[in-house]
Structure formats: C-alpha cells, structure tokens
C-alpha cells in the first residue's frame, strides 16, 4: 500500500500545484478578466524561491515561499495598470506577450544558466506543504464569494460600465484580483521548484498557462473550487489514459494527445460550466423524472 | 542592407499571409481561433503528403490550399457555430479552438511521425537570383509573389464581390445582416474557408521554404501572428498585410543590429507599446479599450 | 455547504485510475528465468520527441541483441515523459514503485534528468543517461546516476583543435540554440575551446529550436567575415542552416558539434553539407564488429542510424555486461555494483569505460563531409 502511495505521490503533488495555478487563472477570471500572465508570474515565483534557497541557504523555505508569492505580486502590478484597461481578447494577447517576455528573459539570462536552468534545488516541499497553501488558496477564494467585495467582482464580470456608475472601484478591484493570481501562481512555482529540483524556462511557455486556464474552466468557475476539480481531473487523466493506451496496445503518444483535446472539446460544448456543475445537472435532470 | 531588406520581405510576407486568415476570423466572430496554427501545419503535411503521391507541385499546393479551407469549415462547425450565442464565447471559442488544434496536432503526429519530414529534392528548381547586391532564390520570390497575390486576392473579394460584402455585413453586425436578409452560417462558414486557406497557404508556402516540417511547425508562427494582427488591427486585412511585413523587418533589422536573442522579445515589446499606446493598432476600428 | 459531497467525480476518478493500475499490477518486476525489466523513460511525445523516437528503435534492436546471445534476458518497459519534468518524475516513480525495475535508461533530456534522476538516487536505483549532455547537474546528484552520453566538454576542445590545424582559422561567427539544453551547453563548451584556442569570435547570433529561418542571422555573422562559421544546433536545424549559409554566399568551412552527427544531416542539406566538419560521439564509420552489428540491426529494423540510437544502444548493452560482471545477479544493487565493474567494453560508440565520475569514456573522433560522407579527420 505504501508502494502505491509512493508511486503516486508526485501525482498527488502536481495535482495540488495544478490546483493553486488553475485557482490563480480563476483569480482573474472571476471579475471578467482573461488574463494568461500566469506562467510568467510563475517563473518570476519559481525563480526567486530557487536563487533564495540555492545562494542563501541559511533562509528558512518559508521566507524563500513567502518571497515566491511576493515578488510576482509586486511585478503585477506596474503590468496591470495599463493593461487592464483593455477589454477581453486584447487583455488576453497582451499578457500572453508578457508570459513569452518573462520566459524569453529567463533564457538569455546568464546568472540562471539560460535554457539550462538552476539544478540541484533541495526537496523541500512536501505533501502537506501543497495542501496547506491549496487550503489557504482555497480558504481565501471561498471567504471571496459571499462578501462584499465578491459581489463587486460579480457586478464587474457582469457588466463593467454599469458597475463603475454603481460606483464600484473597478480598477483597484481587478488590480487586486491580478495581483492575487500573480501571488498565487508564483507560490505554486516556488513550491513546484522545490519539489522538481530543478527550474528551467522550457516549463513557463505559452502552453503552461494554457493548461491553467483549461483546468480551470473544465473544473468550472462556477464554484471557488472548481479549478482544482479541475486540476484533479486533467492532471490525472494522462495516467488514466497512459494505462488505457497500453492495455489497447497503443502507442504511447498521439493517442494521449487525442483524447486530451477530444475530452476538452466534449467539456466545453456540453458541459459549459464545468465538471462541478455535473451533479446539479443530474439533479435537475432527476427532479425532472420525478 | 540589401540582403537583410530581402529577408525581412520574405519572412514578412509569410506572416502576413498567415495573420491575415488570424484577423479575418477575428472581425467577423470576435473570437481568437487558436487552431489557426494547426490548419497551418496540416496543410504543409497536406502538400507534402501529396506530393510523395508523385502529384505534381503545381497541382499539389492548390489542392492542399483547398483542403485546408474545407478544415477551416469542418473546424466552424465543430467547435464555434455550437458556441454561439453563449454569453462567454470569447474565452469558450477560445478554449474549443485550442482543443481541435490539439486534436489536428495529435492526428498529425498520427500519420507523419515526430521527425522533420521533408520534401524529396528536386520538387522545386535550385535557383538563386541576384537583386542588386543581395542574392534570393527563385523560390523564395515565388513564395513573396504568391503570398502578394493571395492577399490581393482576398483583399478583391472583400470589396467587390457579394460574398465579401455579406462577410462584412456580419462583422459590423450579425444581427443586423440576418434583418437584411444574409444567410449569416453561410457567411460565417466561407468567412472561416477563406480564412484557413490563407493560413494553409501561408503553411504549405513555409514548408515549401524552409523544407522543414512536422507537427510543432505552427508554434514559431502562432505568437508571432498575434503581434502582427495587433500591429494591424484586430479585425482590418490591410492592417494585417502591411504588419506583416513590417514585423518581418523589424525582426530582421533586430538580429542585425542588436542580435537575435532580442528578436522574439521585440515582436512582444512592439505588441505591448501598441496595446498600451494605440490599442486599435494600425487600421483596426474594433473597440480595443474598456474605458 | 459540504465539500464532501462535491467531492464524489475527481475521487471517482482517483480511484478509478488507482483501480486499473492495481488490476494490472504483476508484483516484482522478475520476468522469468532470471531476466531483469529495465525502465526507459524516453521523451515520445513534445519538443524532443524525434530523439525519443531513434532512442526506442536503438534500445529496440539492442534488445533483441542481447537477448538473443543467450545469458542475460532483459525486459524493457517503454514510457513516455512527454519532454516535461512532470511527467519524467511520474514515470519515474512509476518505475521505481510500481514496476520495481532494476535499473532505468533515460531520460532523453537534461532538464527532465534534473529533476527525475534525484528520486532514483534517493531510492538507490541504478540510472543510465543515454542522452544527457548537461556539463553538471547530472552525474552529480549521486552515485547511482551513470552516463554513456559524452558531454560536449569532451569532444569539442580535441575536435575544435585539430580543425584549427588543418583549417588555420583565427576568427570565427557563431550561432547556436539557445533555448535548447543540448545546444547551450554545447556552445558555452565551444566558446571555451574557441577562446584556448586563441580565436577571436567576430559574432555571435542566437536561434530557437522551432525556427526554420536564420537568414538574419546568417546574413549577419556573413557581414563580420569570419574565417569559420561555428554552429551549435541539433540535426534538423544545422541541415537548413548550412543550406541556407550557402544560399547566403558563405563559400567558407563550417564546424559543428554533436548535434550535426546523423546521417538525416547530410541528407538533408544536400550539397551544402560538403566540407562541413564535426567533433562526434559516435563515429558512424567506425569498423568495429559492435558497429558494424549496430549498424545492421538499424538497417533491419528500417531506422536512420544516428548519435542518439547509438548511445541508447550501447545504454542496453552496458546493462547487460552490468549484470554479466555481478555473476548474472539483476538486482539494482547487483547492477549498481557491475557497472562499476564496468571497464573497455566493446561498444558501437568504441572500446567504453566510465570516468570516476560515472561519466562516459571513449574516444571521441572528427569527422568532416566528403563526397555526401562522412570521413575521418585523422
């Protein structure tokens, strides 16, 4: 039993670590916002807690997480002040440019060894280290949805102009929420370069945060939650269909890659608010029978 | 000066006949198509596949233009018409455009395999022209030629003819064009034809140039494309054209001058000055500011 | 308001992959008659895909060597790890506690190597890098880490030397990847041997693995008039590159390094490989009976022979010589042991040894492009 534990203890891990990144996209999205920054702030997070902990070693992993999640945070926010005054697709595009800058940095740059990236970083995150930050990440979110300042974010997502007249802050309000997600995404690489060993830029391209985002919304961004079921379920899946393809006799590879799109697909049309809306739908579907 | 001049052209002209199909998409539904890059991709594959059928190039690269079309109309049907009218269809359309172009990548992984696969040699005559002091080969002026044309082509359509002005009439406004009596699908789906011909175009005329394809071909065009439909307004053809070979040349003045680790980080840096200082871009008219 | 019972899909869905691999599950990993499973985490999905993909033909046909000469039986079990971290980690583990192999050959990356290799060490299971050519960070992470793969630092000073005798070059332009490990390491190796060697380097320009056009940087490093173009790239980028220096009008000599070694090279640039030379791994010509069987058994199974099949050839047979040296014994501990033992073992890549490091040994050679060949410097 411990031998299955183990096999599948870093699953677990991704699992968790996924979660925090679809949750960080949610941060954004919940107010309206499609941001893809995400894997930009994730590799400023990562970065920083790797250089902390490998040229200052005598620094407890706390601080060198707490400075993850800091220091994306702070960068979010000179990027988000003109940024986020555009609307929708132009957002989108602007902060992908910025994720592609942040990892064309990391490349050219020497002091982090370019494409080669910082190894050896000692393990310190474990299990619990995740699903304390996913609980707190979780805890936070949840607190979020029924106050005040959630219903601002509602009325924001809803219908900005509207909710300026109102005399909702919209502008401090979506700031805030960037700079939440920027926290949360470079917490999660932070504690992702302490699990992996290493940091390289090839893990913070285009389609990382492209995975964040489709976590989060097959998880569903109806529920603060919804990213992780999200997560849970599009990380796990590869495994499922790993040992699928192999009991078919498939090759290893397209076929993965195919169901994966498939799957999305399926989601989206049929399921447009996500997984956590199955069980309200066979409710619904039961009371109709009834 | 010269050499660089002509390199800027030629690499430009394919951007700008791949974000042209990008922009096409973008005026009419208001959506990114992510899978843009993939019908890119495909149609390269398309040709190559054809031509190891001992199908002649003249007869090759048409075909796989056309097929990739008929892609474009399968992938409307598939993955937007469902979306629309959906309150969120921006970041749906988004997200169902990224999973056909994982599906189209995963197929052709399928059939071509991981490696670079190539053109047999000898399927286009080996020569280079002099211009000047610079030196370009004969395939490459076609591929410029061609690329000028196809978007003189489209350019024609969109003002002169029927088709255009319907295609229009639904990018101003799809309500508005049903009142007035235009099948707005119909328009919709040739509006996605067009548009994934030009990038399959655009995919074929690469591969042919650089002799290099496989499935992760449409990854160096994908985000460049981004950059020039900006540069040229999000929705605007002529926009797209000019951006194109704008950002060519300044990606090759940049290798020149400060060296190409900066060349990518100079397309992302012109695409945020635009967005930050003039969002709309060269000749877009679309809305790009909340405020 | 319970989360409990929003829970029910994704726990389903745990359980549900848990509940398929328990069903598959075949206890420890003896196949019988004393054979031994080896795990291969190769990259067969992604980026680095191509070079997973020669990687399982090479460990293919080593296979049905080795087990066909009787002795040693070994049974691979072929993973994917996509190209990323995350996956060469859960394959990894997979390997190591599920699977229970003796021993593992892989990853096809560095990066990947960082980040897996660590939990094989921690878990005292014998690792053989095929591919890996990282300077540091491999080997390092502990004694159960080996390599047959030479690193650059190993073949490009003695080739970039003899290339200056016989070419007497002062200046050169470079232009390597540098988003790639194997090219950056590969160039930070070539700008040491350039600078020992006294060459002044009049330009240096960049490119990225999905790049198809260097023209701008071609036409630029041509501007400076260096003596040589030095150019660190893997084998699909140096065909179009050397094609496409040529079309520019470079008539001078182009030296590469280990990713230039592959036949699809020379096929693919066409003329403009001619004069191209090469420090190398693996030396294609070579007439040793190891190459020479390598070579066919690529040839049956219909697959272009390259550096990459060679090294992830000779990781098979080093293994089995492995558990020849520990009398037959296919526990890790017993391969752990052998490969030390390990010391001239005729392999495609020459007579092989490891370094006190569990570095790769042998001798690297030169090569240069005559007549559409590859022929030996001497």
Not at chain 1, 224 to 251: D, I, K, S
Not at chain 2, 72 to 90: C, H, K, M, Q, T
Not at chain 3, 93 to 105: H, L, P
Not at chain 3, 268 to 288: F, I, K, P, R, Y
């Amino acid at each position: 039993m411990t031998d299955l534990f183990l096999a599948y203890e870093s699953l677990f891990a991704f699992v968790g670590i996924n979660g925090l990144l679809a949750l960080s996209v949610y941060a954004t999205l919940c107010c309206g916002q499609l941001s893809l920054a995400n894997a930009g702030f994730m590799a400023i997070g990562a970065y920083t807690g790797a250089l902390i902990t490998l040229r200052a070693p005598g620094v407890p992993f706390i601080a060198a997480l707490a400075a993850s999640a800091l220091a994306p945070a702070l960068i979010a926010v000179p990027l988000g002040l003109p940024v986020l005054r555009l609307r929708g697709v132009f957002l989108a595009i602007a902060t992908v440019g910025f994720g592609e800058v942040v990892r064309l940095f990391f490349v050219n740059w020497d002091y982090t060894n370019g494409a080669l990236g910082l190894v050896a970083i000692p393990q310190r995150t474990h299990l619990w280290t995740i699903a304390l930050a996913l609980a707190l990440a979780l805890y936070v979110l949840g607190r979020l949805r029924g106050s005040r300042t959630g219903y601002a974010l509602e009325a924001i997502r809803e219908d900005e102009t509207a909710a300026r007249t109102m005399g909702i802050y919209t502008t401090g309000h979506k700031l805030a929420m960037l700079v939440l997600g920027a926290a949360l995404a470079g917490l999660a690489g932070g504690l992702e370069a302490h699990h992996t060993f290493m940091v390289a830029p090839g893990g913070f391209a285009f389609g990382r945060v492209v995975d964040m985002l489709v976590q989060a919304v097959v998880g569903g961004t109806a529920a603060f939650y919804g990213p992780v079921v999200g997560a849970a379920f599009l990380t796990v899946l590869p495994e499922v269909l790993r040992e699928a393809g192999a009991r078919l006799g498939l090759a290893p590879g397209p076929f993965r890659l195919f169901l994966n799109g498939a799957i999305l697909l399926a989601v989206i049309l049929y399921l447009p608010n996500g997984l956590v809306s199955l069980p309200a739908r066979f409710r619904r579907r039961a009371r109709g029978m009834a | 000066m010269g050499q660089q001049a002509l390199n800027g052209v030629f690499v430009g002209s394919i951007y700008a006949l791949f974000a042209v199909g990008y922009t096409l998409v973008f005026g009419v539904l208001d959506i990114l198509n992510l899978a843009h890059a993939a019908v890119f991709t495909l149609a390269a594959f398309i040709a190559l596949a054809l031509v190891d059928a001992h199908l002649p190039l003249w007869l090759a690269l048409p075909l796989a233009v056309a097929a990739a079309g008929l892609i474009g109309i399968v992938l409307e049907r598939l993955a937007f018409r469902p979306l629309r009218g959906r309150a969120d269809s921006n970041i749906s359309g988004l997200i169902s455009s990224l999973a056909m172009a994982t599906v189209f990548e995963a197929i052709a992984l399928q059939i071509f395999g991981p490696d670079i696969s190539r053109f047999p040699q000898g399927t286009f005559p080996d020569r280079m022209i002099r211009i000047g002091g610079a030196s370009a080969s004969l395939l490459q002026l076609c591929i410029v030629g061609t690329s000028v044309v196809l978007m003189a082509v489209l350019t024609l359509l969109l003002a002169r003819t029927r088709l255009g002005r319907q295609i229009r009439a639904v990018a101003e406004s799809p309500r508005a064009a049903r009142i007035l009596g235009v099948n707005v699908d119909r328009a919709i789906a040739m509006a996605f034809f067009l548009s994934s011909a030009l990038g399959g175009a655009a995919g074929v005329l690469f591969g042919l140039a650089f002799n290099s394809i496989s499935p992760d071909v449409g990854r160096s065009v994908e985000l460049k494309g981004l950059a020039v439909i900006i540069l040229g307004g999000m929705g605007s053809v002529p926009g797209a054209v000019v951006a194109g070979f704008a950002l060519g040349l300044i990606e090759v003045f940049t290798v020149a001058h400060l060296g190409s680790s900066f060349r990518d980080a100079v397309s992302f840096a012109v695409l945020f000055l635009v967005l930050i200082a003039r969002p709309r871009g060269l000749f877009g008219r679309a809305a790009a500011r909340e405020a | 308001m319970s989360l409990a019972r929003r829970w029910p899909l994704p726990l389903v869905l745990l359980l549900t992959a848990v509940a398929c691999k328990e069903q598959g599950a075949q206890g420890p990993a003896a196949a019988g008659g004393g054979g031994a499973v080896i795990g291969a985490a190769l990259s067969l999905t992604g980026p680095a895909a191509s070079y997973g993909a020669q990687q399982r033909a090479g460990i293919q046909a080593a296979l049905d060597d080795v087990n066909q000469g009787g002795g040693v039986k070994l049974t691979p079990l072929i993973e994917d790890d996509a190209s990323t971290k995350e996956q060469g980690i859960t394959v990894f583990q997979k390997f190591i506690n599920r699977d229970k192999v003796s021993a593992i050959i892989g990853p096809t990356l560095s990066n990947t190597a960082s980040a897996a290799d660590p939990l094989a060490q921690q878990a005292k299971v014998p690792v053989l890098g095929i591919s890996n050519t990282a300077a540091t960070g491999i080997t390092d992470i502990g004694n159960y880490i080996w390599r047959d793969s030479l690193t650059e630092a190993q073949v490009i000073p003695g080739a970039f030397k003899k290339a200056k005798e016989k070419l007497q070059f002062n200046t050169a332009g470079v232009l390597y990847g540098n988003d790639d490990v194997f090219t950056k390491a590969g160039y930070d190796v070539m700008q040491k041997a350039l600078a020992d060697q006294g060459v002044k380097v009049v330009g240096t320009q960049t490119f990225a693995k999905p790049d198809r056009d260097y023209n701008a940087q071609l036409t630029a490093l041509i501007a400076a008039k260096p003596d040589v173009l030095v150019v660190s790239a893997l084998a699909d980028n140096a065909a179009s590159i050397v094609a496409q220096a040529r079309q520019r009008g470079w008539t001078g000599p182009i030296l590469g390094g280990n990713g230039f070694n592959s036949p699809a090279f020379i096929k693919n640039a066409g003329a403009a490989a001619e004069g191209v030379m090469v420090g190398t791994s693996w030396n294609s010509l070579s007439q040793d009976p190891a190459n020479q069987k390598f070579l066919a058994a690529m040839k049956k199974a219909g697959v272009n022979p390259d550096q990459f099949s060679a090294q992830a050839y000779t990781g098979v047979i080093i293994l089995a010589e492995a558990i020849r040296q520990s009398g037959g014994k296919t526990g890790r501990e017993d391969i752990e042991a052998g490969l030390g033992k390990l010391k001239d073992l005729e392999t495609p890549l020459g007579k092989f040894s490891f370094t006190p490091g569990r570095d790769a040994q042998h001798e690297p050679s030169v090569q240069q492009v005559k007549d559409g060949k590859f022929q030996i410097v001497q």
